[in-house]
C-alpha cells in the first residue's frame, strides 16, 4: 500500500524521466554535431564560399549550440525560458560580431546612392 501511494505522490516527476531521450537520440544527435563539424572544414577550405563563409561558418556554428544546449544539457525539456537565456545569449553575441564584421570592413556596406 504504501508503494502505491508513493507513485501517485510525485506523478511530475516520474513525467520528467520519462521525458528525456534515450542513448540512441544522443547518438544520433553526436553524429548531426560530427556532420556539421565535417562541413564547416569542408567549407573553409574551398575557395568558392570565400565571399559569405564567415556568416555561413555562424550559421552552422549557431546549430551546433543549438543541438547542444537543447539535447545534451537538457534544456529542450525543461521550461522554455531556461532555452531562451541561451538563445539570447547567442543572438547578442551574433549581433555583437556581425556588427564588428560591417564596422572593419569584412561585409562593406553598399555605397549610397547619391
Do not use: C, N, W
Not at 531562451?84 to 564596422?103: D, E, K, M, P, R
Amino acid at each position: 500500500m504504501a508503494t502505491a501511494s508513493h507513485e501517485h505522490a510525485h506523478p511530475a516527476e516520474h513525467e520528467l524521466e520519462h521525458a528525456h531521450p534515450g542513448a540512441g537520440t544522443y547518438v544520433l544527435i553526436g553524429v548531426i554535431l560530427a556532420i556539421i563539424t565535417v562541413a564547416e572544414v569542408f567549407f573553409y577550405t574551398q575557395e568558392s564560399v570565400r565571399t559569405f563563409l564567415v556568416p555561413l561558418l555562424l550559421v552552422l556554428s549557431a546549430s551546433k549550440f543549438a543541438l547542444v544546449v537543447g539535447f545534451y544539457m537538457h534544456l529542450k525539456f525543461d521550461h522554455p525560458l531556461f532555452f531562451g537565456v541561451f538563445g539570447f545569449g547567442l543572438l547578442v553575441a551574433a549581433s555583437i560580431i556581425t556588427a564588428l564584421l560591417f564596422l572593419f570592413g569584412q561585409y562593406p556596406l553598399p555605397p549610397h546612392a547619391s
